[in-house]
């Protein structure tokens, strides 16, 4: 498996920023306009916000599937900071909503699931980021 890279391209346009990765994908990322931006793609944080989102849908699928456990449909709705910035660090909320006939027992597997899929690692692990400007 290859390393993930992602370019983030700014160029004329305040704000807006077009991503492309090593898979052939493009995606953008923008402000609202009451910060001078165009509203025209999700902000970063809604961005890293939808990443937890994504990798927690598609890891209780995955796991659903492989154990034959009867899940219909994930949705996960999240939040950053919702009851305001905490004094340290920042608080994501993470409600997940399950569709199918799962017995509470597949329920509480799932929740555990949830928590072990690797973009929540990632992000309650600690992180180092090595950054240099290239002129």
């Known amino acids: 498996m290859s390393t993930a890279t992602v370019k983030a391209l ?15 994908n493009s995606w953008a990322a923008d402000e ?3 910060v001078g931006g165009g509203n025209t ?3 970063p944080d809604r961005l890293l ?14 796991v659903a599937t492989r154990r034959q456990l ?5 949705q996960v709705e999240l939040q ?3 009851e305001g910035k905490p004094e340290n660090g920042n608080m994501i909320t993470r409600r997940i909503k399950v569709k199918g006939a799962l017995s509470p027992e597949q329920q509480a597997q799932l929740l555990k699931v949830a928590n072990s899929c690797p973009i929540h690692k990632l992000l309650t692990g600690e992180i180092h980021i090595a950054t240099e400007l290239v002129v």
Do not use: K, W
């Open 10 to 24: 700014l160029q004329d346009t305040p704000y807006r920023v077009i991503f492309t990765d090593d898979l052939g």
């Open 32 to 34: 609202p306009e009451e």
């Open 41 to 43: 793609a999700p902000t």
């Open 49 to 62: 916000l939808a990443s937890l989102g994504a990798c927690t849908a598609i890891t209780l699928q995955m």
């Open 70 to 74: 009867p899940l219909q449909g994930v």
């Open 80 to 82: 950053l900071n919702p």
